[in-house]
């Protein structure tokens, strides 16, 4: 690429670390964008590259060019012209300004101490007053240049010496300074990765094949479990028939439950202590084996206190939730009666069950008097 198509800007490392170089051009490169896409080359100038030209030029408008040409499909390299020139060579004539002839063109370089300082392009050779400025600004900024010592006429272009092959590289290319050790390192780690990926890959077989296994064997056994889940629905519903059945068939017995309350107040009471003048027997919502009793007594004399009703209705496992209230002569008790089962898994307990009785009902127990006719209220 010649090198009117292309700018030059060349930077000073001697400040930073040399490990840190290659990195500090690449900041360098990022922040110097003169084009909407911009592609960059490097030239390392000096002792352990303490300076560098940075060449950027329109990517596109290349890319464009080689369309135009037909090579765009040849992936060729874009290397700037002044890539093939000796720069070591233009040292020779020590601290000054060199002018060069050009592919289509001339150039202008300023050394300083061995590296370029500065560089200039022009198209043919400037004037006067144009030659003595550029001397004036760059040749005294970079190589302090003197007055005596500039030349009042624009000097004759040299001919620089070809490079066989281009020194410095292209951004991101392969042929940088340290592409070479980095291809050996990239190398060195990926064959050290394989070993271990290898081993993976191996392990990952055998673990998806174990998990193959047991996902079969996991449907099995749900299948296995949902024959089960069915059987025991299907027990569960007989056995909640058999229940309803049972409770159907074996309703608790009226007169057995007055027994019991007259044993129990009996068991606390004097005889005649107290009346049962009203009483209410009714279900107990929707559970058919137990029921709601509800009695009215009268006291006639010193009768027991409520927490010992209480504990006395409750010792018998057939009564529960039992409620004793008392307004002056008036008590009412209330509780619940349940209809007790044994099985082989329960320690026997006293069962309230139905009992052949006379036909006439119980107005009389020990401790408790009836004072209502010996028909049921309810």
Not at 329 to 343: A, G
Request: hydrophobic share 45%.
């Amino acid at each position: 690429m010649s090198r009117s198509l292309y700018r030059v800007k060349t930077i000073a490392l001697s400040n930073v670390a040399a490990n840190r170089r290659a990195a500090a051009i690449q900041l360098e490169l990022t922040a110097w964008t003169p084009f909407r896409q911009t592609a960059h080359y490097v030239i390392p100038q000096g002792s352990g590259d303490t300076h560098a030209v940075l060449m950027a030029w329109d990517k596109d408008a290349v890319e464009g060019a080689q369309a135009e040409a037909g090579v765009a499909e040849r992936d060729l390299p874009v290397i700037p012209e002044d890539a093939f020139k000796s720069f070591t060579a233009m040292s020779s004539n020590g601290d000054g300004i060199s002018v060069y002839s050009c592919l289509d063109g001339v150039e202008a370089i300023v050394m300083r101490r061995g590296v370029v300082a500065a560089s200039q392009w022009w198209h043919a050779a400037p004037n006067q007053i144009v030659w003595t400025n550029f001397q004036r600004i760059q040749g005294a900024a970079a190589t302090g240049l003197d007055a005596a010592s500039r030349g009042e006429m624009f000097p004759s272009p040299l001919e620089a010496r070809w490079l066989a092959r281009p020194a410095g590289y292209a951004r991101g290319q392969s042929y940088a300074p340290d592409a070479q050790r980095e291809t050996w390192i990239v190398a060195t780690a990926a064959l050290l990765l394989v070993i271990p990926s290898v081993w993976f890959a191996n392990d990952f077989r055998r673990h998806a094949q174990a998990l193959t296994t047991a996902e079969k064997r996991l449907a099995s056994t749900e299948q296995e479990l949902d024959g089960l889940l069915s059987a025991r629905g299907n027990a569960v519903g007989s056995l909640a028939r058999a229940a309803r059945f049972d409770v159907a068939f074996n309703q608790i017995d009226a007169l057995s439950v007055f027994a019991e309350v007259s044993r129990t107040l009996g068991a606390i009471s004097k005889p005649g202590a107290l009346v049962l003048t009203e009483w209410d027997w009714r279900p107990d919502g929707s559970d058919l084996r137990s029921k709601r009793l509800k009695m009215i007594f009268t006291t006639t004399g010193s009768t027991p206190a409520a927490t010992a009703l209480v504990k006395a209705f409750e010792a018998n496992p057939a009564f529960r939730d039992v409620q004793v209230n008392g307004e002056g002569l008036r008590l009412s008790v209330e509780l619940r009666v349940e209809q007790l089962r044994t099985d082989a898994t329960q320690d026997k307990v006293k069962v309230i069950a139905p009992v052949t009785t006379p036909t006439s009902p119980l107005t009389t127990v020990p401790g408790v008097t009836s004072a209502v006719p010996a028909a049921y209220k309810r």
